[in-house]
């Protein structure tokens, strides 16, 4: 089932529709579902040539593929007998037989995979480059490139000479919105739907393989917990399919699985030089939504403060529950494993996975509270020793206002037993002048008729606002 992505795919028809040719580039995380989103466009399209590369072939494998994929798509009997040495005998064959033709719609050539394709080499890259200047341009053509966030992708096509100037679109794909991943998961409870969020994230192809038949105890353990889980072995193949150096990255990984460090820090404990190679990387995770990074409401985006976290929810999950006890799993015929290894703790993780949660979709947050318009960061706060966050949310707003937001995942509707910690919360943070402070409560079932009396909060978020669309 395709859900969401209403803004990528009213970006993609709105490029389809001009009456230029169009270069789009399309990336982001590998189960994202940059695919889905390709061939949903392209449903009712009738020029549309779609092209997946073999993951870890040799170029000769790859041009071998392609062939028979255009055997598939193209009626020449030709084909048939024909072998391609190398892509410029293939992209001539295209610009013959498919550019130069004239139809009324525009061609469509979707390259799925293309690091792979190019088996990690620029080559190919360039001579999309030559054929799209001299062959293809000016023939009404779309062009998709489409690859996993790596430095292939960054790197050779997104800054690359090659293409320096020619993409008209350029899309990062992201998850799933809260709303949106509540849709593929509508037969079951908001509760249950948010723990699912709080563990797999927005990532469609993880949301796709919860049974919304069975219960959240039983998805768990089929998942995650039994020798044959489907997510056992997830977070090895998201490295090591995705990333060329996956045990650099990794290595990042393991560090922020223990708290928030600045770039120095990442430097010195994993023993990376501090210059462009860790740049790169972290910045590519961050691209890939497996990290984030922030920096204290009051500097600068330069700042040398600036931190960094895990952000995927289910790298957080795994190095909690499953990889600790991944022996186990792999042994363990026992049916209920996820309530044995997670019963004593699972309640305060699905807290702090609230707060990482709520911090990650603070724009939608904001846009629920009404000031979107006028934000101008979101953040948590810290000072640059912090261990963790002192305060998990805040806002810093054009009209010149901070909202503090206090974050709880509880089970009932909230007292006003929350306003000491709350006011404690508030004199930790250091007012610009001329600033005023609103309060914010962002819960699973709001707040009781004590604190609504009590005036105190100038915002409520709910559960049900959260997994309502936008």
């Known amino acids: 089932m395709f859900v969401g992505r209403k803004n990528e795919l009213n970006l993609i028809e709105d490029a389809y529709r001009t009456g230029k040719d169009e270069l789009v580039v399309l990336y982001g995380r590998r189960r994202i579902g940059k695919s889905s989103l390709v061939k949903h466009f392209a449903e009712k399209k009738s020029s549309f040539y779609e092209f997946e590369a073999l993951e870890g072939e040799t170029t000769h494998r790859q041009i071998e593929h392609f062939s028979q994929q255009l055997q598939k798509q193209v009626d020449d009997p030709i084909l048939d007998s024909v072998r391609f040495k190398n892509w410029e005998q293939v992209f001539t064959y295209l610009t013959e037989k498919i550019f130069k033709r004239k139809t009324r719609t525009k061609k469509i050539l979707f390259l799925d995979e293309l690091p792979w394709m190019a088996a990690g080499r620029s080559r190919l890259v360039s001579l999309l480059k030559y054929y799209w200047d001299n062959h293809w341009k000016g023939r009404h053509v779309m062009l998709i490139l489409c690859g996993s966030v790596a430095s292939f992708m960054v790197k050779k096509v997104l800054q690359s000479n090659a293409l320096y100037g020619r993409t008209t679109l350029e899309i990062l794909l992201k998850g799933l919105t809260p709303g949106e991943a509540a849709d593929i998961l509508s037969k079951r409870s908001g509760e249950e739907i948010l723990n699912y ?18 219960s959240f105890n039983k998805n768990m353990n089929t998942l995650c917990f039994s020798p ?22 990794a290595k990042i990984i393991n560090l922020l699985k223990n708290g928030i460090f600045s770039m ?22 961050e691209r890939a939504e497996m990290i984030r990074s922030f920096i204290p409401f009051d500097r600068s985006q330069n700042s040398k403060f600036r931190k960094y976290t895990l952000a995927d929810e289910f790298l957080v999950f795994f190095f909690k529950y499953i990889e600790p006890n991944l022996q186990a799993i792999k042994e363990s015929s026992s049916r209920k494993l996820f309530e044995t290894l997670t019963q004593r703790s699972f309640d305060v993780w699905l807290g702090f996975a609230f707060e990482r949660f709520c911090l990650k979709h603070a724009g939608m947050l904001a846009s629920i509270m009404e000031f979107a318009d006028d934000l101008l960061l979101a953040s948590p706060y810290f000072e640059r020793n912090d261990e963790r966050f002192q305060i998990d949310l805040l806002y810093k707003r054009a009209d010149r206002v901070i909202t503090v937001c206090e974050i709880k995942h509880h089970n009932k509707k909230i007292g006003t037993h929350i306003i000491p910690e709350m006011e404690r919360k508030c004199t930790l943070v250091k007012l610009p002048r001329g600033y005023a402070v609103e309060k914010a409560l962002i819960s699973l079932y709001g707040p009781d008729n004590s604190l609504k009396d009590a005036g105190y909060f100038h915002h409520f978020v709910t559960l049900d606002d959260i997994l309502s669309p936008i």
């Open 197 to 214: 969020q709080l563990i797999f994230g927005g990532v469609p192809k993880y949301l796709e393989q919860i049974n919304p038949n069975r």
């Open 228 to 249: 044959h889980g489907t997510m056992l072995n997830e977070i090895e193949r998201i490295f090591y399919s995705q990333f060329r150096e996956p045990r650099t990255y």
């Open 264 to 285: 120095g820090e990442i430097s010195t404990k994993t023993k990376i030089p501090s210059g462009g190679g860790l740049k790169q990387y972290l910045e590519n995770l």
